[in-house]
Every structure is written in structure tokens, then in C-alpha cells.
């Protein structure tokens, strides 16, 4: 998919940005970005992902590609979440390095030439790992350190504690990434399931420079579903034990219930314990029937093979065809990004 793009000269490095509702912060990050990049010394293209903003995100960086040529601005048809949106940003990045960071400023662009030195000296993934989480409650704290105490200890890849998806790539890492074709997209997982020589920096992670977090409770519990879900099939396990638990215990006590009959006759009615062990079991059950239906859910998900994302608008596109063709119009398509 990438000899689409033989005309570009290809850059060095891609800074990938999903961008959803950002209009406060965009002046502020371009500027930062640009005095950043200049130390680079080598060609940088910005890839910002325009994930369905109903703000004036998409035509403010429209119009800043006059002052930054670097700009690619990538448009996808509606809002697809973030993980979507830098899925999209990794399929199209061209640069021999590529970085994924927030565009609220959370990972300061300051930071990107040590990532670069890291890159340099032969890593393939430079982690950024963040020493304080500045701006954050102390619940989202607490939920976020539980999260991945529980995820590292039932799934098979190591994931990193404490690091978001602000993080530098190889090529290599980034065609491999691209290569995944689940549609369940959890993207730390999946990167820390390709490998490759990885080391990590820390930082400070700044609070949020305005607006506000695109993620609610809601939002992050499904994430961290997707995230236990796609990497360890442990917890259909833990229901098979489960399972197992509740038929002894049921059995003992059955057994029990009918050596008292046999032994002293029919006791009192027994209510009690006939509704303690209903709903006791009922409950296991309803929580192993979910629990199948999350993995089933999945499947049926994946077998459906729908794109990821859609893209509506790619300035980089359009630039192609008016270039080509000077006296048409800009078309707006609509392409089918995975399976291109
Ligand atoms: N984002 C996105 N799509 C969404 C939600 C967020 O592209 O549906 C982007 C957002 O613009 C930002 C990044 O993802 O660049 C991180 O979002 P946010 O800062 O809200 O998350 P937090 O830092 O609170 O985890
Ligand atoms: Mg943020």
C-alpha cells in the first residue's frame, strides 16, 4: 500500500497524532512541535488523525499546512475512538521512525530528540514511562496501577506498567503492527506483543494544556475489557474453575442434605438453603455465560472483517491528484484503509 506514495520523499521520521475535539490545544502543539523538529535536522511529516471532531480541529490544521508543509492531515469518516485513530495514523506514516503521541500536550514533544538518540543507538521501540501522572484523580491513578497488575499477571505478553502511547517505532515494529489484522484493537497490547529491542525513558507527564479528557469511566472499562480479552483466554478458565467450585460445594452439600434424611427423616422445609444455593449458582452461571459472550462477542466482531476505520479526507491524497491532474477537483473518497 505504500507504493501509492512514490511521489512523496519519504521522511525520516512520522510524529502520529489522533486528534479528537483539540481546537484549544492545536496552536500551542504545532508551535512546540515546530521548534522541536527543527533540532532534528532531518525531514519530519506531522500525521494528525482527525477522529471525527466536531469542533474546528480538522479545518484549523487544514489551513496551518500553509505555514507547516509537514502536515498530512488524515480525516476519518466519523469518530472510531483513538485506538482506531492511530491505527489509521500507523498504516499511513511513512517515516523510518515513527512516533505516536496525545495532542493535548500530556507528552511534551520536547522530549522527542532523546527518543530520536535511543532510536539511534539501535532500539527499536523507545517506551516512554511517565514518573508522575500530573492532573489525573487519585481513583484514575489507582484504577490504572490495578488494571495492569491484573493484565500482566493472566496475559502472555509483557505489558509495560505506567506507560501510555506516547513511544517512538521502528519501521520494522510499525510494519508488523500494521501486518495485526484483529478489528479488537488494543494497542499497547498489541505492540508489546511484537517485541523487538525496546528500552524505556521517563518522564513527567503534564496535565492536560486545556479542554478536557476524551475518556470517561465507561470508555476506560471497555478499553481495559479489550485489553484482558484480546490477550489471555485465562479468564474463561477462571469461570471453568469457578464452574468446578460451585458443583462440589453444590454436590457436598446435596450429599450432606440427603445422609441428614436418611439418618433423622425429612427435616424442616429448608427454604433457606434451597434459595442460598439457587441464587449462588444462578450468579455463577450469568457470570460464565458473560464471560463466554465477551470471547464470542469478539469473534463475531472479527468475523465480520469490517475496516477499522474509514478515511474521508487524506491531504497527502489530494495533493496527488491535484498535482496529477491540475484542472480536476478534489474528490472526497472514501477508502477501505485495512484492506488497502
Ligand atoms: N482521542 C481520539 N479519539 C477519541 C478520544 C481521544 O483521537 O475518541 C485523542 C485525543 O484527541 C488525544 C488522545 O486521543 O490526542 C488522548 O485523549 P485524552 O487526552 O482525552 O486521553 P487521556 O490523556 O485522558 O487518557
Ligand atoms: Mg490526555
Known amino acids: 500500500m505504500q507504493d501509492r506514495y512514490k511521489h512523496i520523499t ?8 489522533p486528534v479528537h475535539n483539540e481546537s484549544e490545544v492545536i496552536p500551542e502543539l504545532l508551535g512546540r512541535l515546530a521548534e522541536t523538529c527543527r533540532q532534528l535536522g532531518e525531514p519530519v511529516e506531522w500525521l494528525f488523525i482527525d477522529d471525527g471532531s466536531r469542533d474546528d480541529s480538522s479545518s484549523m490544521l487544514r489551513s496551518a499546512r500553509i505555514t507547516y508543509p509537514m502536515i498530512r492531515v488524515i480525516e476519518l469518516s466519523r469518530n472510531f475512538g483513538k485506538e482506531a485513530a492511530a491505527s489509521a495514523g500507523l498504516a499511513r506514516a511513512l517515516g523510518e521512525a515513527v ?17 530520536v538518540e535511543q532510536w539511534r543507538a539501535g532500539y527499536d521501540m523507545v517506551l516512554m514511562k511517565r514518573d508522575s501522572r500530573a492532573g489525573e484523580s487519585w481513583l484514575k491513578r ?5 488494571f495492569y497488575r491484573l493484565l500482566n499477571r493472566i496475559s502472555d505478553a509483557e505489558l509495560p506498567v505506567d506507560t501510555g502511547d506516547f513511544r517512538l517505532m521502528s519501521r520494522r515494529v510499525v510494519d508488523a503492527f500494521n501486518e495485526l489484522p484483529e478489528r479488537n484493537r488494543y494497542l499497547k497490547g498489541m505492540i508489546a506483543w511484537v517485541g523487538m529491542p525496546t528500552t524505556t525513558l521517563t518522564f513527567n507527564r ?18 481495559a475489557m479489550e485489553g484482558i480479552t484480546s490477550f489471555s483466554v485465562k479468564p474463561l478458565r477462571l469461570a471453568l474453575i469457578l464452574g468446578l467450585l460451585a458443583a462440589a460445594t453444590g454436590g457436598a452439600f446435596g450429599a450432606w442434605v440427603v445422609l441428614k434424611a436418611l439418618l433423622f427423616g425429612v ?28 470471547y464470542v462477542g469478539r469473534i463475531y ?10 478515511v474521508a479526507h487524506d491531504s497527502a491524497e489530494q495533493d496527488q491528484a491535484t498535482s496529477a491532474r491540475p484542472e480536476s477537483q478534489p474528490r472526497r473518497t472514501v477508502n477501505h484503509a485495512v484492506s488497502s
Open 267 to 294: 427435616a424442616t422445609p429448608g427454604y433457606a438453603s434451597i434459595i442460598t444455593v439457587i441464587t449462588f449458582l444462578s450468579g455463577i452461571q450469568l457470570l460464565c455465560v458473560g464471560l463466554l459472550g465477551e
Open 206 to 223: 503534564d496535565a492536560r494544556a486545556a479542554g478536557n479528557t476524551k475518556w470517561n469511566y465507561l470508555k476506560l472499562a471497555q478499553l
Open 99 to 115: 512516533i505516536l503521541m496525545d495532542a493535548d500536550l500530556q507528552d511534551p514533544p520536547e522530549l522527542i530528540p532523546r527518543m
Open 301 to 310: 466482531i472479527e468475523t465480520k472483517q469490517r475496516p477499522v476505520y474509514l
Open 142 to 146: 489507582l484504577s490504572a496501577s490495578c
Open 10 to 17: 519519504r521522511p525520516v521520521f512520522s510524529i502520529v497524532i
